[in-house]
T-cell receptor, first 119, second 112 residues
Framework: NAGVMQNPRHLVRRRGQEARLRCSPM?????VYWYRQLPEEGLKFMVY????????ESGMPKERFSAEFPKEGPSILRIQQVVRGDSAAYFC?????????????????FGPGTRLTVL | GESVGLHLPTLSVQEGDNSIINCAYS??????FIWYKQESGKGPQFIID?????DKRQGQRVTVLLNKTVKHLSLQIAATQPGDSAVYFC???????????FGAGTTVTVRA
């Protein structure tokens, strides 16, 4: 059973360009969580999605950032008009149930992350 | 080896020695805590968890201690091995919440 897949692993963008980060959850997982890790900091929650639904986007900046998890295909985190402050590692995690409620946290698996560098 | 204070960014430990990694959490309402291990180029990996109704929990070579009075958490690794070299994060949450709040992490380097 393959783990959580993220691509690309490394992404370089110039200021003003768009960044699209993809996350394929583990097989059988329908809950996806995105986190951002700034240099020298811990991961910060951004958004929680289920298939075709955004459940909680309270940690995501209101402008330029959006996320989706379509019925078919990977979850996408999209950053428009990137700025240098967006440079970070972006991790997604997936779980078969809603982590913390119906399922234990040890069933929430993290992907390897996408490292975004904005020049 | 032991990290002291809030969470020392780095900890160097001799192979075979015990490691102690400390973490101060911020939210008094947090009642569930997890330690994660992040190896270079990989995502965080679950190590062990503990609920606030416990003050100690043991796993394989790892022990987590919780002191709610001073909002302090520690991870003890017995007989540290080269494969233990990684960044270790503590994370906190309130029961039944899916959102985890991570600390800044401690980098552990094991000396041969």
């Amino acid at each position: 059973n393959a783990g959580v897949m993220q691509n690309p692993r490394h992404l370089v963008r110039r200021r003003g360009q768009e960044a699209r980060l993809r996350c394929s959850p583990m097989k059988g997982h329908s809950h996806v969580y995105w986190y951002r890790q700034l240099p020298e900091e811990g991961l910060k929650f951004m958004v929680y999605l289920q298939k075709e639904n955004i459940i909680d986007e309270s940690g995501m900046p209101k402008e330029r950032f959006s996320a989706e998890f379509p019925k078919e295909g990977p979850s996408i985190l999209r950053i428009q008009q990137v700025v240098r402050g967006d440079s970070a590692a972006y991790f997604c995690a997936s779980s078969p149930y809603r982590a913390g409620l119906a399922g234990p946290y040890n069933e929430q698996f993290f992907g390897p992350g996408t490292r975004l560098t904005v020049l | 080896g032991e990290s002291v204070g809030l969470h020392l960014p780095t900890l160097s430990v001799q192979e075979g020695d015990n490691s102690i990694i400390n973490c101060a959490y911020s939210n008094s309402a947090s009642d569930y805590f997890i330690w994660y291990k992040q190896e270079s180029g990989k995502g965080p990996q679950f190590i062990i968890d503990i609920r606030s109704n416990m003050d100690k929990r043991q796993g394989q070579r790892v022990t987590v201690l919780l002191n709610k009075t001073v909002k302090h958490l520690s991870l003890q690794i017995a007989a540290t091995q080269p494969g233990d070299s990684a960044v270790y994060f503590c994370a906190e949450t309130v029961s039944n919440d899916y959102k985890l709040s991570f600390g800044a992490g401690t980098t552990v380097t094991v000396r041969a």
